[in-house]
């Protein structure tokens, strides 16, 4: 079946880097994505990767893909102080023509100024 | 190019009373989805619709919600007689598909509050 995990929180200091990590079961997998939520906001898409990627890198964020592990994880480099917000992961298996996506419950991020 | 609209932002009804809220994908898309969302958790799928058609309902409830997207005007997800557990987040994605896989865009959500 169809399941995505993430840690709840993370908190971290200004200019660190923070390191947002998912798991999820579901093998055929072929698009994975990590959206972000501000209080009382939609959710703006951030970046997304394919299955057969190892990694995808764009200006801060950099998404780390091991399949075999089945293990997502969102670099953000520098963080700011706006970046405090809830961090989706989400997948779907398009190849097989179930295009909703599956949500992991979310990571609060923190950061401390 | 505007995004995802969803109206009313916020609505408040009371038990047993119906609930409408409405979805106007980006411009050029022709898929829609509704998502809800509960107090501190994700985003479960509820309804996957292209015009006048439904795709996959497989996260509707069975009785009460049912969802429709004419061939003009917005999409349309229905609440009867609601409940205070139906009190949450709903969100409508719109995509359009493409060779290299579709991307969902989301619009800022309905708040349902039932009292």
């Known amino acids: 079946g169809e399941d995505v995990e993430q840690s709840l929180f993370l908190s971290v200091r200004e200019g660190d880097s923070s390191v947002i990590n998912c798991t999820y079961t579901d093998s055929s997998s072929t698009y994975l994505y990590w959206y972000k939520q501000e209080p009382g906001a939609g959710l703006q898409l951030l970046t997304y990767?394919?299955?057969?990627?190892d990694m995808k890198q764009d200006q801060r964020l950099t998404v780390l893909l091991n399949k075999k592990d089945k293990h997502l994880s969102l670099r953000i480099a520098d963080t700011q102080t706006g970046d405090s917000a809830i961090y989706f992961c989400a997948e779907s298996m398009q190849d097989t023509g179930r295009r909703a996506l599956t949500f992991g419950s979310g990571t609060r991020l923190q950061v401390q100024p | 190019n505007a995004g995802v609209m969803q109206n009313p932002r916020h609505l408040v009804r009371r038990r047993g009373q119906e609930a409408r809220l409405r979805c106007s994908p980006m411009k050029g898309h022709s898929h829609v989805y509704w998502y809800r969302q509960l107090p501190e958790e994700g985003l479960k799928f509820m309804v996957y619709?292209?015009?006048?058609?439904?795709?996959?309902e497989s996260g509707m409830p069975k009785e009460r919600f049912s969802a429709e997207f004419p061939k003009e005007g917005p999409s349309i997800l229905r609440i009867q007689q609601v409940v205070r557990g139906d009190s949450a987040a709903y969100f409508c994605?719109?995509?359009?598909?493409?060779?290299?896989?579709?991307?969902?865009?989301f619009g800022p959500g309905t708040r349902l509050l039932v009292l």
């Open positions: 994605a719109s995509s359009t598909p493409r060779g290299g896989g579709e991307t969902q865009y």
């Open positions: 619709l292209q015009k006048e058609n439904i795709i996959d």
């Open positions: 990767i394919f299955s057969n990627m």
